[in-house]
């Protein structure tokens, strides 16, 4: 029952996710850094460990997009500099009938994860100003779901409240959370120090 219930609450989501998606998303004026405001636990410690001070940086290199992810692993102190954590993947464009629907594979991994841009503030022209971005894989008794809320600057325009509302939104559309996989903020701001900062210390893992 456990297994039946798990696949029908990633169908819900799969279905909710897919009619939510964005209709027009320009990808070059996409790239560029994006600051990660909020991310679901089990994404946040698999993947980010937990860190704060977590980016995203695209650059398209022909038909494809060139991802870099990176966090905060070790503060910079008086005697040394931060160290920032980054890996890197490659994105793939949505078709153009789908343009919200991309895939992104990061090395090792069989097959891309989807990478569903389901709500954008902002113009193109401007690079966009926040990003929610839905993720979720199901294959056989394998299920994960993650959602993003990323932002160009480092701190919200409305802060905590216009997070809140960027969640309930998505709630609104239908889409759920297993228990220990809740929305969580990412810590940003003027303690980090990111990738290309002075004293950065970038180690690729």
Known sequence: MTAI???LVALVAVLAAVEATVPALDVAAYTGRWYQIGVTAEFAERQEDNKPCV?????LTGPTVEVINCKQDVPANRSSGAIVGCAQAVAFPGKKEDPGKLGVQFPGAPFPAPYWVINLAGSKE?????????SCTSTGSFFSQGLFLLSRTPKLRYGVFEAVYWYVRVLARGI???KGNEF???PQGKSCTYRGDEGAKVVFQ
Request: glycine share 8%.
């Open 176 to 178: 759920r959370f297993q």
């Open 126 to 134: 401007d690079g966009y100003r926040v990003a929610v971005v839905y």
């Open 55 to 59: 980016t995203a940086d695209y650059r």
């Open 5 to 7: 219930r798990g696949a």
């Open 184 to 186: 969580k903020l990412t």
